[in-house]
Structures are given as C-alpha cells and as structure tokens.
C-alpha cells in the first residue's frame, strides 16, 4: 500500500513492464530484507555490547572496522542515495495527494506547495534527530502498519460498488487508532502480528459502515469482479496469513547453511508468492477451473 510505489507504478512503460514489476516484487523484497536482517545479525555478533539507542549505527560500524575508506565511502553515498529516491517520492506523494485532495483553489498555489514539502520533510527530520525508538523500530511499529490500514479503501474502492467516503474514513480511523495503541502498548496481540487485528478491523469498520450509509459513489471507477479473481482472492489472502509464522517465533536453531528455518521459511515464500503473482498476469488457463 506506499502510496510512492502506485505513483511509480504508473511511469511503467506499457502492461506487460507493470506486470514484471509486480513479479519481480517478492523477490527483491525477500532478497532485500534478508540482506538487512544479515547486516545486523553480524552488528550484533561484531559489536555485542553496543547500546541499543546505537543499533542504527551498525552498518557504518561494520564498514569502518571491515571496509576500506573508499569502499566505505562508495557504500554509504550508494544508500544515502537509495534513501533519497525514497524519500523525495514520499514527499511528492504525500504533497500531491494532499493537493489535490484539498477542496479550495487557495491550496493548489506553487507557494502552498513549497511550503508543504518543507513542513514534512521538517517533521520527518525532527522525528529522525531524536527518534522515541530506533529507527527501525520505529518505522516497524507505525510506517508498515499504518500504510496496511489502506488496503480496505483501495481495494473496496476498485472492486466494491457499495464502498462509499464515510466507509473509507470511518475505517481508515480506525485502523490508525490502533496503530497508536498498538505502539504504545495499550493493545496487544501476543501470538498475532499487529497488522492481522488491525487489518480485520479496518476491513469490518469499512463494510459495515459503507453498508449502513447506503450511498454509492463510485461505480464509475469499480471493475468488475471475474468469477476467477474470488478463486485468486483466497490465494493471496493465504500467503497474507502464512506471513504471520508464529509457529517459528523465537526458533533460532540452524536448518540448512547455518540458517533458521524462518529464514528458508520466507525465502520459499517470497518465491512462491513471485510465482503466484506470474501465474495471475500471464497464465489464465490453469486457474479456470478454481473460478468455476
């Protein structure tokens, strides 16, 4: 659901390029975090002592004790940059969705807009300099699970007639408040990951109200639901919920190359998913029967 992402996904060259990129999604993904998950695994065999306030720090740490200064150098402006790319979409999208949101003209200034990248990019910088948790931490805790709470408003409106504005921002409430207590310990889920009550919830908020309201508002925009996509619906809900592995939770005995189970565990899934994802751009023909 990152917002920078769907806007990125629209400069696609043609179809078949979208496709790719959805494709190929998991498994850079997988790749990605696994390269992450490694960095600080190493951090904390390297630097076992180090507080936990300094945790963010760790990837340096290793290049200034392992690295070169050129290599060193080559590394860290290679991720500033990575970071930078990121972070100028997300300013974009956030001031264009805000932008063109906005009911009076007075907003859609070239001024209001300047001032509106900087006062974002201000708090995010004030959030960085003195952060509540580690950085990671901190964007586990809200980034990732608040851009979940989307999921019901997207998906409700391409796919739902009934789905309706109070039905959006009754759920999207909803799922952001839990977020808040879910972050500041107030809620608790010990054997569930935060996303799967909060996601539940916004689902359920976003029905029901939508259903009370009785106003539909957007069968222009909603596609028709094909009898094969319920069948696709369930698949992909599937590896929703496999996702949440609690079974593995706190298992760190090595399987296979001196890696966890949990590991090949995600490995498999990320290669699954990929899987599932070509099978639903390009191959019909074997999914008919399930739409039957």
Same mark, same amino acid.
């Given at each position: 659901?990152?917002?920078?992402?769907?806007?990125?996904?629209?400069?696609?060259? @043609?179809?078949?390029?979208?496709?790719?990129?959805?494709?190929?999604?998991?498994?850079?993904?997988?790749?990605?975090?696994?390269?992450?998950?490694? $960095?600080?695994?190493?951090?904390?065999?390297?630097?076992?002592?180090?507080?936990?306030?300094?945790? @963010?720090?760790?990837?340096?740490?290793?290049?200034?004790?392992?690295?070169?200064?050129?290599?060193?150098?080559?590394?860290?402006?290679?991720?500033?940059?990575?970071?930078?790319?990121?972070?100028?979409?997300?300013?974009?999208?956030?001031?264009?969705?805000?932008?063109?949101?906005?009911?009076?003209?007075?907003?859609?200034?070239?001024?209001?807009?300047?001032?509106?990248?900087?006062?974002?990019?201000?708090?995010?910088?004030?959030?960085?300099?003195? !952060?509540?948790?580690?950085?990671?931490?901190?964007?586990?805790?809200?980034?990732?699970? *608040?851009?979940?709470?989307?999921?019901?408003?997207?998906?409700?409106?391409?796919?739902?007639?009934?789905?309706?504005?109070?039905?959006?921002?009754?759920?999207?409430?909803?799922?952001?408040?839990?977020?808040?207590?879910?972050?500041?310990?107030?809620?608790?889920?010990?054997?569930?990951?935060?996303?799967? !009550?909060?996601?539940?919830?916004?689902?359920?908020?976003?029905?029901?109200?939508?259903?009370?309201?009785?106003?539909?508002?957007?069968?222009?925009?909603?596609?028709?639901?094909?009898?094969?996509?319920?069948?696709?619906?369930?698949?992909?809900?599937?590896?929703?919920?496999?996702?949440?592995?609690?079974?593995?939770?706190?298992?760190?005995?090595?399987?296979?190359?001196?890696?966890? *189970?949990? $590991?090949?565990?995600?490995?498999?899934?990320?290669?699954?998913?990929?899987?599932?994802?070509?099978?639903?751009?390009?191959?019909?023909? !074997?999914?008919?029967?399930?739409?039957?």
């Amino acid at each position: 659901m990152f917002p920078q992402l769907f806007q990125r996904f629209m400069a696609a060259r @043609d179809e078949k390029s979208l496709k790719w990129t959805v494709i190929l999604y998991p498994l850079i993904c997988t790749f990605l975090f696994f390269m992450t998950v490694s $960095i600080g695994v190493i951090g904390k065999y390297v630097f076992p002592h180090l507080p936990l306030n300094q945790t @963010d720090a760790v990837f340096p740490l290793l290049l200034n004790r392992y690295a070169g200064e050129l290599l060193s150098a080559l590394l860290l402006t290679g991720s500033i940059a990575a970071l930078m790319s990121t972070l100028d979409s997300q300013l974009l999208t956030v001031s264009s969705i805000i932008i063109r949101d906005m009911p009076s003209q007075r907003f859609k200034t070239n001024a209001f807009r300047r001032l509106l990248i900087a006062a974002i990019a201000l708090s995010g910088l004030l959030i960085a300099v003195n !952060p509540p948790d580690t950085i990671l931490e901190f964007i586990n805790k809200t980034s990732f699970n *608040g851009l979940a709470v989307l999921a019901p408003t997207v998906i409700g409106g391409l796919y739902w007639r009934r789905g309706n504005r109070y039905g959006a921002l009754s759920s999207i409430a909803t799922g952001e408040l839990m977020v808040v207590l879910f972050y500041f310990d107030l809620l608790s889920t010990p054997q569930l990951l935060p996303v799967i !009550p909060i996601m539940l919830a916004s689902f359920a908020v976003y029905t029901a109200v939508s259903l009370l309201t009785h106003a539909a508002e957007n069968i222009s925009l909603v596609f028709t639901l094909q009898r094969r996509n319920w069948a696709w619906a369930g698949i992909f809900g599937l590896f929703f919920l496999l996702g949440n592995d609690f079974w593995n939770w706190n298992q760190s005995r090595a399987l296979l190359l001196g890696l966890p *189970g949990w $590991i090949w565990y995600f490995i498999l899934l990320g290669v699954l998913l990929s899987g599932a994802f070509a099978l639903f751009s390009f191959g019909k023909r !074997p999914f008919r029967s399930l739409g039957r």
